[in-house]
C-alpha cells in the first residue's frame, strides 16, 4: 500500500504494511545481503566501534545484525514482524552464529523497555520506511536509546526517485536535511562518504554517515 507524504497516518495502521509485506513475502526491499557501504566503513576504512551492545531497528532476515555481531559487541536485530524474526533466527542458525552474539526479537522501535542503553545502531532501510510523520520521533528514540559517545551509523537510501514519485512511499525520499533536522539536537555528524560503496541497483542513492551522540 502507498501513502503520500501529505497523509495523516495512525502508527497502528502504518505498522500493518510491514506484517503484510511478510506473510505475503513482498520484501523486495532486502537486497539479500549486508550493504558494500557497510561492509567498506568497517573492513577498508576499519571504522572502530564502540564495544557494548548494538541495535539494527528493521532489522529483517538479520544480515547486518550478524555482520556486526563480535565478543565485544553484542547485536539486537529488532523488528515488529514475528515472521522476520523467525527468519532471521533461522538464518543465523545456519551460518552457526551463536545466539551469545547476536539475538532477534519483536519489538516496537518506538515503544520498548530501554534496559540498558545501546552504543552502536545502525539505521538503512529503515528511516525510509517510515511515514514522514513519524521522523521527529524517530531521532527522538536514537536519542533515548544511545548511550553518550555511542555511534549511530546511518546509510541514507534514497536520495533519488522519480520525478512521479517522489511524494510517494515506502520507500520516501530522504535528503541529508531529513536526518539533520531530525537528529542534530542529540547527535554529531563524524563521518560522511558521498562515495561509498553501493548494491549496484542503488548507485547514486546512498549515502553512509555515522553520528555521535552528544
Known amino acids: 500500500m502507498a501513502y503520500k507524504r501529505s ?9 500493518k504494511i510491514w506484517f503484510n509485506c511478510w506473510s505475503e513475502n513482498r520484501t523486495k526491499w532486502d537486497a539479500g545481503d549486508i550493504s558494500p557501504a557497510l561492509r567498506e566503513l568497517i573492513e577498508e576504512k576499519q571504522w572502530e566501534l564502540p564495544k557494548g551492545r548494538g541495535i ?10 550478524m555482520y556486526l555481531a563480535s565478543p565485544s559487541l553484542h547485536m539486537v536485530g529488532a523488528d515488529i514482524s514475528p515472521i522476520a524474526v523467525d527468519t532471521a533466527n533461522k538464518l543465523r542458525d545456519v551460518t552457526s552464529i551463536p545466539s551469545s552474539l ?3 526479537k519483536v519489538i516496537d522501535f518506538f515503544n520498548f523497555e530501554i534496559a540498558e542503553k545501546f552504543q552502536v545502531a545502525y539505521d538503512y532501510t529503515f528511516f525510509c520506511a517510515l511515514h514522514p510523520s513519524m521522523r521527529a520521533s524517530w531521532g527522538t528514540r536514537y536519542g533515548e536509546i544511545m548511550a ?8 541514507m537510501f534514497p536520495l533519488w526517485k522519480a520525478e512521479q514519485d517522489r511524494d510517494i512511499g515506502p520507500p520516501f525520499l530522504v535528503s541529508k536535511d531529513d536526518y539533520h533536522k531530525v537528529l542534530d539536537d542529540n547527535f554529531a555528524l563524524i563521518h560522511i562518504d558521498p562515495k561509498c560503496k553501493t548494491h549496484s541497483s542503488r ?3 546512498e549515502i553512509i554517515t555515522v553520528w555521535r551522540r552528544k
Open 148 to 155: 553518550p559517545g555511542s555511534h549511530l551509523i546511518v546509510l
Open 7 to 15: 497523509d495523516t497516518v495512525a502508527p497502528d495502521e502504518y505498522n
Open 102 to 104: 547476536v539475538e532477534f
Open 56 to 65: 539494527v531497528p528493521g532489522c529483517g532476515r538479520g544480515y547486518d545484525a
Open 203 to 205: 548507485a547514486g542513492q
